[in-house]
């Protein structure tokens, strides 16, 4: 007997064993009780219904990943934006911890909703959803830009994904997160008094961490290093809405502590939120004053450098701290403070900011109809305005309820003990910049809308020649006299973490170490390789790698390739037209050791007969009328090799293809393109394809009989549209671009390949 209880005691234990071992081989897999994960080194779990992979349900319960086991919901060689689903999902998990998780290949590595308690220790989410970006090198695509001003419908996790998106929690634990290769790393969507610390999220092409309506959060001693877009140094510096940090809509007394937030488009992005300005629906009542903005949050600490645009950017809030953080070479300015109030900026660094200036922001504080702030005890070395305080007649903000709350116009504002040095050795040497460099610079365009304004006990030594102390606009007094006083800043927070982001990346400190790729910018580690200019009868790339070894490449098409390796810099990799031919397409392999790359092309020489005209007839309910509109004058008729007119805000008039007719082409909003072409293409089935904003059609014409293609005539964003045509014989055809713009943002680009 003894020995049967001996035995049923051993099974008993064996099954207690197994059973905490879960075998993940497929979707929908539901995990209620502590487990460790296991999946087998080369599944692909697809998530076909989009709700999660693994379905974590259970208060209190510990999931572990087995060390080896990795959680993929692609195929090799999927492309990142095409990845779809959710690799974890874990709802209504009061106290849950996951721990050691490993995803790849899906549109969001982890969601957690309503999970008060979680804790995510030790994820590795790298390799996740990531948007192809368009801007090259020598020219940025519109098409780039973030939206991160919506967000209440999940906006920012189903349009752009996330490592990790944690949604309506509290005292949520995040530690050790590591994410690369993706766009966005840590959501917090409603997440309160919470920790976030000793994460590494970089090298993204969106945002690090991104809070939205949440407060009282503590988020310390994280690297979101390099999280960036639109930013091609000494060309264009954009940043694209970007940022190591995001922090939208009502998001207050957060601590940010011992934080690396430099690269970004960003280091630090914060707005009050299209709700509490009043610029989208709002509540029946109006919010509470005390609710308008982002508010009381403290920086303290932190290394927010070598932005595109700013280091810190906190708009339309009040009562925000920034204290002793390292704010240098930030290629606009280093704090921008517009619409927001009551703001301490104290004993920061603030050096060489402002670079690649642009408009009015340039330097190191700017704030645009900010009240009651106190810029005190900061160091001031070479940027461009020390500090910048400034009213204009902005209008259309100025009648929104939640500004109209808030604005006190540029008032109280006090600059106090803080040294400002401006000396030879300063770093700006883009060739845009130009004029006077300024300890303080106040404008009032408003007719005495800049009042009460102190600069005391400040200590200036100017020794560059351009340098000036004050540069007033007329009738502007200052504020001179008075006594400076101690402030008390209260206890302040002591961080959370063992890690020492700030000044690890010392070695990559400036902008030029920020290298964009199609997907996103380089790690500076692993190889890359991106398209640097696409021209006429000349595609051009270029191979990064940290080693500097010389790669193996490799065209198998009968075109002109070469290689052509630059000292320290990239490899220089050229595909170009043979001769006497129209179309060539190609295939292109770039490796090494432990990488591989491919991509396809198409060389293209032809000839476009563009007309460029203003228009009154609206193309969508009179195409005849606009059609006739193209011949009359004025209009400017060029003759291009390419059609790729990145517009931006303008119109023709401002393109260099149209530099030599520039008299009569018109300007932004509101005209229209016609452009012709006769290419020889081979026989085969061709993809034509398009980038516009607005309306565009694609016509090909053989023999007499033409054929519609693309067919987008609307009022729309940048969109791409694709159109087969079957060619069923080597020869002539006709292509005929149509394009209609009304306002606005513009792009058109369009180009022809193989179709698969």
């Known amino acids: 007997m003894n020995r049967f209880f001996g035995v049923l005691l051993a099974m008993t234990a064996s099954l207690s064993s197994a059973a905490d071992v879960v075998i993940v081989t497929r979707d929908n897999t539901v995990i209620d009780r502590s487990c460790t994960v296991r999946i087998h080194h080369d599944a692909v779990i697809e998530d076909p219904d989009g709700d999660g992979v693994i379905h974590v349900q259970g208060n209190g319960i510990i999931v572990q990943f087995e060390k080896g086991s990795v ?122 008094d919470s920790r976030i610390f000793d994460n590494d999220c970089s090298f993204l092409s969106g945002w690090g961490i991104a809070l939205w309506r949440s407060s009282g959060n503590l988020i310390s001693r994280n690297a979101v290093d390099f999280c960036v877009r639109g930013h091609s140094e000494g060309v264009y510096n954009r940043g694209q809405d970007s940022a190591g940090f995001l922090v939208f809509e009502q998001c207050h007394r957060n601590t940010f502590i011992e934080n690396s937030a430099t690269h970004g488009g960003d280091g630090f992005f914060g707005f009050a939120g299209k709700e509490a300005i009043g610029d989208i629906g709002r509540p029946a009542d109006p919010l509470p004053i005390e609710q308008i903005g982002c508010n009381e949050n403290l920086l303290i600490g932190n290394d927010f450098s070598y932005a595109p645009a700013h280091g810190i950017e906190m708009t339309f809030s009040r009562g925000n701290r920034f204290i002793g953080n390292r704010i240098v070479e930030n290629a606009i300015c280093g704090v921008w403070g517009g619409y927001s109030n009551d703001t301490l900026i104290a004993d920061n660094e603030f050096v060489g900011n402002g670079g690649m200036a642009y408009g009015l922001e340039c330097g190191g504080v700017n704030i645009e109809h900010g009240s009651g702030n106190v810029i005190r005890g900061n160091t001031f070395t070479n940027n461009r305005a020390a500090v910048h305080l400034w009213w204009d007649n902005d209008e259309g903000l100025l009648k929104l309820p939640g500004v109209k709350a808030i604005h006190r116009g540029v008032t109280d504002n006090a600059i106090l003990d803080n040294t400002i040095e401006i000396n030879p050795d300063h770093p700006f040497t883009a060739p845009r910049q130009s004029g006077p460099l300024v300890g303080l610079r106040l404008r009032d365009t408003g007719q005495g809308n800049v009042r009460g304004t102190r600069y005391i006990a400040n200590r200036a030594v100017l020794t560059d020649p351009r340098a000036v102390e004050f540069e007033l606009s007329p009738g502007i007094e200052l504020g001179m006299t008075g006594e400076t006083t101690p402030i008390d800043l209260g206890p302040l927070p002591v961080a959370l973490g063992e890690c020492r982001p700030v000044g690890a990346r010392a070695v990559l400190r400036g902008r030029g170490s920020i290298i964009m790729g199609e997907w996103g910018p380089w790690d500076h580690e692993s190889p890359m390789v991106r398209p640097r200019a696409f021209k006429p009868g000349r595609h051009e790339f270029e191979y990064f790698a940290a080693t500097g070894r010389e790669p193996r490449v490799v065209c198998d098409a009968p075109v002109k390739m070469e290689t052509q390796m630059d000292g320290a810099g990239p490899t220089l990799i050229t595909v170009s037209q043979p001769a006497g031919v129209d179309v060539s397409s190609y295939s292109l392999s770039v490796s090494g050791s432990d990488f591989a790359w491919k991509t396809r092309g198409t060389l293209i020489r032809a000839t476009w007969e563009c007309v460029a005209f203003p228009w009154s007839k609206d193309p969508r309910e009179d195409y005849a009328g606009w059609t006739a509109e193209r011949l009359r004058v004025p209009r400017a008729v060029v003759s291009l090799p390419a059609l790729d007119f990145k517009f931006g805000s303008g119109g023709p008039r401002d393109m260099p293809q149209f530099a030599d007719e520039k008299a009569t082409a018109p300007g932004g909003d509101r005209f229209g393109i016609v452009a012709v072409s006769t290419i020889n293409l081979p026989a085969g089935r061709w993809k034509f394809w398009t980038r516009s904003d607005d309306g565009v059609r694609v016509k090909v014409a053989v023999a007499g009989e033409s054929t519609t293609v693309i067919d987008n005539w609307t009022w729309h964003g940048p969109t791409l549209d694709t159109g087969i045509f079957h060619h069923k014989a080597d020869g002539p055809a006709t292509v005929t671009v149509e394009y209609f713009e009304i306002d606005g943002h513009a792009v058109l680009e369009a180009g022809i390949e193989p179709a698969e």
């Open 71 to 192: 959680l993929r919901g692609a195929a090799e060689g999927t492309s990142p934006d095409g990845y779809r689903g959710i690799g974890v999902r874990i709802d209504n998990a009061a106290g849950a911890t996951l721990r050691g998780a490993v995803i790849r290949g899906y549109k969001v590595g982890v969601q957690a909703r309503g999970c008060d308690g979680l804790t995510i220790d030790g994820a590795d989410l790298s390799d996740n959803f990531r948007q192809r970006l368009h801007s090259t090198p020598e020219a940025e695509a519109g098409s780039d830009w973030l939206w991160p001003h919506q967000n209440d419908g999940a906006e920012w996790r189903k349009n752009y994904g996330a490592a990790l998106c944690i949604e309506t929690s509290r005292d949520v634990t995040v530690r050790g997160v590591r994410v690369r290769r993706g766009q966005n790393g840590i959501i917090l969507d409603r997440v309160t």
